[in-house]
């Protein structure tokens, strides 16, 4: 009688760990090869030169660093990774603060209402986003409900002595309303990972904390929080990485004074048209989001490693 042979669980890992490694080779890897590529090269009209030539049996190395001695040298780039790394920290810490208690609320809901609240937290995605944003543009022109009961309330004089607006009643086009924006859009980015951690939380741990005497705000700060902490980070990390090469929310909400990296690439491409220029800048912004993000992996492994 013939017998059927599975495959082997070596094959089998191996293909599952073979998928998304080809995909990240495939649409992460070799596209920055290419961005980095140009970023190297020099424009002749609109064709790039080859970095690697073969000449008289040698071959020749042309590459360029005039774009990256530039990025050095005008403080404008630099102002402007300060300026984008700012608000998308900023951003991020207030979509923490809002997110959490929403999170944590939903998480302790009743079983009946959690999927409820979390179609209220997904709503959002339901609409474009770029009609959401310019609905804020409506909402915060002079005449807008939002900034007439911002004015009203006097919060606009608060906002101006923390600097996010330069005048009294003017909201828009500010810091104040680039961020507003940036943490409307990506708050729900921040609810829904900690929602998946809070949802898994082994409730008995609370109750073994206030068996030992701990109050609920010390069960919460001691018990809670570092248990959410994969939560937390995870959204942490899908807020602050797309707010800091962010481009539609700072051109429809933000001013002259919120310059970010996603309007200087759009004007190195399209406006100036200098490519090498502007692949120098996107090279640059994902090494000022993988490097850190690298080196924290790094400290986890071995943090987790270390542990007993």
Not at 2 to 13: F, N, V
Not at 60 to 80: C, G, P, Q, R, W
Not at 158 to 167: Q, T
């Amino acid at each position: 009688m013939a017998t059927m042979r599975l495959p082997s669980s070596r094959g089998g890992r191996l293909a599952v760990i073979a998928v998304p490694f080809a995909f990240l080779i495939a649409f992460f890897l070799v596209p920055f090869l290419i961005v980095g590529k140009i970023s190297l090269s020099e424009m002749d009209g609109t064709v790039f030169k080859d970095i690697l030539s073969w000449n008289g049996g040698a071959i020749t190395v042309n590459i360029n660093l005039h774009s990256y001695a530039f990025l050095a040298e005008d403080a404008l780039y630099l102002k402007t990774y300060l300026a984008s790394l700012k608000y998308a920290l900023v951003t991020t810490v207030l979509c923490l603060g809002i997110g959490y208690p929403f999170a944590y609320f939903m998480a302790r809901a009743r079983a009946t209402a959690q999927p409820a609240l979390l179609m209220l937290v997904m709503l959002p995605f339901w609409t474009s986003f770029l009609l959401r944003v310019y609905a804020w543009r409506g909402l915060l022109t002079e005449g807008g409900w939002a900034a007439e009961l911002i004015n009203g309330l006097g919060l606009d004089q608060v906002l101006l002595a923390l600097g996010f607006i330069a005048s009294p009643g003017q909201l828009m086009l500010t810091p104040f309303s680039l961020v507003l924006g940036m943490t409307y859009t990506y708050l729900p980015f921040m609810i829904l990972p900690l929602y998946g951690n809070l949802s898994k939380m082994d409730l008995r741990l609370l109750e073994a904390a206030a068996d030992l005497g701990a109050t609920p705000w010390v069960a919460f700060w001691r018990v809670t929080v570092p248990m959410s902490k994969a939560g937390i980070i995870a959204g942490s990390m899908l807020v602050f990485i797309p707010c800091v090469g962010e481009y539609v929310i700072p051109e429809l909400l933000g001013g002259p004074e919120t310059l970010m990296i996603g309007r200087v690439l759009w004007d190195e491409f399209f406006a100036n048209n200098d490519w090498p220029m502007a692949s120098s800048v996107a090279v640059v912004m994902v090494l000022l989001i993988i490097v850190p993000l690298a080196i924290f992996n790094k400290y986890q492994a071995e943090s987790q490693e270390a542990r007993p």
